[in-house]
């Protein structure tokens, strides 16, 4: 099968008592056993639940992986994989990542007891440094957030100790543009809130990997720990699925004629796009990705007040944190979803207070570049006024 076709029909056949072709939103929290231990797979919905096990089995074909575990989050997910930590290991990072998973890092994993070393770069050699036997685990975002940065998933793999894991966050990509597992990852990770599920009504994280081991400590925290999605939420993300592709390749060609006309406009500085034959590892993304996605940041030659006079005149881009929706959504990074870093940590990173995340959506994208030239210019009224 291959993946538009993955994404309908894996684990999805017609139900075999009533021949529903669309799978049925399983409420029930428990399940009649015909004698103790007499199930037929399902015991109570926190170990279990059949429309979650859809969910799982559709998500990891996608992936190419064999199993596949459903969160509550992607923050959940995160947590998830870092219960496999034990005493004396580490974490390398890419310094480049979600707001969110640096807040876990530096106020729940560092004060539990665990080093986590960030890389600066996208090299190859700095990662290597950093990486020593402890290391428990590598983590990676490619594309990152919010600085676009593409990170060499195979070369990073290569630099794996015998007891370290690559972990992938695939959020940004979906399994649509990159599938991490194949080059090496150990675990990948989603916010199913974003591209997976698409339509920003369903907050979800998904993991996923190819080791047994793995797949038994996950699952064993995952009931355990108990941050499992409902029922409801589950069906909502399988139907999201089911559009993936046909969206993401809109996701990505509304991207791009929005980088080519950002290009030109005096008042832009910077683009950040992996699909942009000037980012700096646009080779790498070419050579690991099968496209470059619907995700781009950019500054604007402009004061704060200037941009929010931007912002506020924007029409269809929605000034909203998150991403991966139908809906475009615009953010300004250092004052939302990386709010929680440090000035002095985003000026490290290169998270300015004129950077603008944008996740383009699915509109006509004739109507979003006009929102986007319009809103420049009042803004750019505005600083005439002022001189
Ligand atoms: C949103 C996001 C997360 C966190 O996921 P939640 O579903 O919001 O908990 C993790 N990684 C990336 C790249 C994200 O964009």
Redesign the pocket.
């Given at each position: 099968m291959r993946f538009e076709t993955k994404a309908l029909h894996t684990s999805q056949e017609p139900d075999k008592t009533t021949g529903d072709v669309i799978n049925p939103i399983h409420i029930s929290t428990t399940f009649y056993q015909d004698g103790v231990g007499g199930h037929k797979g399902f015991e109570y919905s926190r170990t279990l639940n059949p429309t979650r096990k859809v969910l799982e089995e559709v998500a990891a074909s996608l992936e190419n992986a064999k199993y596949g575990l459903a969160f509550?989050?992607?923050?959940?997910?995160?947590m998830a994989i870092l219960s496999l930590l034990q005493r004396g290991e580490n974490i390398v990072s890419a310094s480049d990542?979600?707001g969110?998973?640096y807040r876990i890092f530096e106020k729940i994993i560092r004060p539990s007891g665990y080093d986590i070393k960030y890389v600066f770069s996208t090299r190859i050699e700095d990662f290597k440094r950093s990486i020593d036997e402890n290391t428990k685990i590598i983590w990676l975002?490619t594309p990152?957030?919010p600085l676009m940065q593409i990170y060499d998933i195979k070369a990073i793999a290569k630099l794996k100790k015998k007891n370290t894991l690559l972990v992938v966050?695939n959020?940004?990509a979906t399994p649509y543009f990159q599938r991490p597992i194949d080059m090496g990852a150990d675990i990948v990770?989603?916010?199913?809130?974003?591209y997976i599920n698409g339509h920003s009504d369903v907050?979800?994280?998904l993991v996923m990997t190819n080791d047994s081991d793995l797949y038994r400590s996950i699952k064993f925290y995952q009931n355990a720990a108990g941050a499992v999605p409902s029922p409801f939420d589950c069906y909502l993300t399988i139907r999201g699925i089911k559009t993936l592709a046909i969206r993401m390749e809109k996701h990505q060609s509304n991207a791009k004629a929005i980088v080519n006309f950002l290009s030109s406009h005096k008042s832009i500085n910077k683009i950040f796009y992996p699909g942009l034959e000037t980012h700096p590892d646009f080779e790498i993304a070419k050579k690991q990705m099968f496209g470059f996605g619907g995700m781009l940041s950019f500054m604007i030659d402009a004061t704060i007040e200037q941009i929010n006079t931007f912002m506020r005149n924007l029409r269809f881009i929605k000034l909203a944190e998150?991403?991966?929706g139908v809906e475009s959504l615009i953010c300004i990074p250092a004052k939302m979803?990386h709010a929680s870093l440090s000035r002095e940590e985003r000026d490290r990173r290169g998270i300015t207070d004129n950077l603008i995340r944008l996740s383009v959506g699915i509109e006509d994208v004739n109507d979003l570049i006009e929102d986007l030239k319009s809103a420049l210019n009042s803004m750019n009224k505005i600083m005439n006024y002022e001189i």
């Open positions: 509550a989050s992607g923050c959940a997910a995160s990542i979600y969110g998973m975002e990152s957030n966050d959020t940004f990770i989603h916010s199913s809130s974003k907050i979800g994280g998150s991403l991966g979803t």
